[in-house]
């Protein structure tokens, strides 16, 4: 069974920092790719973050870009969102996912077929 | 930019049909996937790939896309499925793309 635990999560003042770890089990993680998706109050999905297999190259929503870096550890079935100066706006539960790449033909996809139950980001004075 | 529209609401008749629409120009040459929402749950997904459904999901769950809509169906709705549901698109592009959800209320 596929098992994703988020942590890391918790209250911090407007330009802190926190670095928020998912651990995964149930499948092979290194050869998954992995997204985080966010989630503000009352609000709907948002992706923020992706990265390969391997690790290079990880791709990041505009709103977060220069702020926030994705890594991991295969080695220790983990995945890390490293999040800096963060905004108010940034405050939401945060879910890691696990990705599923399908390409047929010319035409590639991705979707998110297993989820964490998420942790809590909270930006505040 | 691709931006997904859905619906805020959606309501069906106990043991009706609903359908919750997700639109954007061109949405049929994309694969479109569904996740489903309960209060205080993470998603699950129940469509991928416009029609497909993972093993668990129901067979009331379908999906279709074509044109500028991608649908999914519920049929025989039970008080169960509510929920909030949101359509994905993943584009080489833009990324991976969320619809802004859609609620659904079964009366």
């Known amino acids: 069974e596929v098992q994703l635990l988020e942590s890391g999560g918790g209250l911090v003042q407007p330009g802190g920092s926190l670095r928020l770890s998912c651990a995964a089990s149930g499948f092979s993680f290194s050869n998954s790719a992995m997204s985080w998706v966010r989630q503000a109050p009352g609000k709907g999905l948002e992706w923020v973050s992706a990265i390969s297999r391997s690790g290079d190259d990880p791709h990041y929503a505009d709103s977060v870009k220069g702020r926030f870096t994705l890594s991991r550890d295969n080695s220790r079935n983990t995945m890390y969102l490293q999040m800096n100066s963060l905004r108010a706006e940034d405050t939401a539960l945060y879910y890691c996912?696990?990705?599923?790449?399908?390409?047929?033909?010319?035409?590639?996809?991705?979707?998110?077929?297993?989820w964490g139950q998420g942790t809590l980001v909270i930006v505040s004075s | 930019s691709l931006e997904l529209t859905q619906a805020l609401s959606v309501s069906v008749a106990l043991g009706q049909t609903a359908s919750i629409t997700c639109e954007e120009n061109n949405i049929g040459s994309k694969n479109v996937h569904w996740y489903q929402q309960k209060p205080g749950q993470a998603p699950v997904l129940v469509i991928y790939r416009n029609n497909n459904r993972p093993s668990g999901i129901p067979e009331r769950f379908s999906g279709s896309n074509s044109g500028n809509t991608a649908t999914l169906t519920l049929n025989r709705a039970q008080a169960g499925d509510e929920a909030d549901y949101s359509c994905q698109v993943w584009d080489s592009n833009t990324g991976w793309v969320f619809g802004g959800g859609t609620k659904l209320t079964v009366l």
């Open positions: 996912a696990k990705e599923v790449l399908v390409v047929v033909k010319t035409a590639t996809t991705i979707y998110l077929d297993s």
